[in-house]
């Protein structure tokens, strides 16, 4: 059973800072990351990652810069900033109200259905 986009598809700048909250890290490693957390079960379209790069840079929660790599090619890596710590808290507290709210919708529906 794969996971619904729909469901995490508005997550997916708090998915992004979750990652960068542990070290700096490119594209293709985040999206690797997600895949190995959810069993293949999940994995971010390249253009929706990177416009969730964007827009996380141009919010000033992530910063940008070129890696030194000594072979292949050159990849630019993704730093959380300040503001973004404060934003991932922020966004991580608002899933957490979603998935109570969730939860007891979902748990009010199955009992009338008892």
């Known amino acids: 059973m794969s996971i ?3 469901l995490i598809r508005g997550h997916t700048d708090t998915i992004i800072l979750a990652h960068l909250l542990k070290a700096d890290s490119y594209g293709y ?3 690797r990351a997600i895949q190995q957390k959810t069993d293949n079960q999940y994995e971010l379209k390249e253009a929706t990652l990177y416009t969730a790069f964007r827009r996380l840079e141009e919010n000033g929660c992530i910063v940008s810069y070129w890696g030194d ?3 292949g ?3 630019r890596y993704y730093s959380i900033s300040s503001e973004g710590r ?3 808290d922020k966004l991580k507290k608002e899933w957490e ?3 109570k709210i969730i939860d007891k919708l979902i748990d009010e529906e199955s009992k009338k259905n008892e």
């Open 29 to 31: 490693e985040i999206n």
């Open 97 to 99: 109200i979603a998935k």
């Open 73 to 75: 090619a050159r990849r």
């Open 86 to 88: 404060k934003t991932y």
């Open 4 to 6: 619904a986009s729909d």
């Open 69 to 71: 790599e000594n072979t």
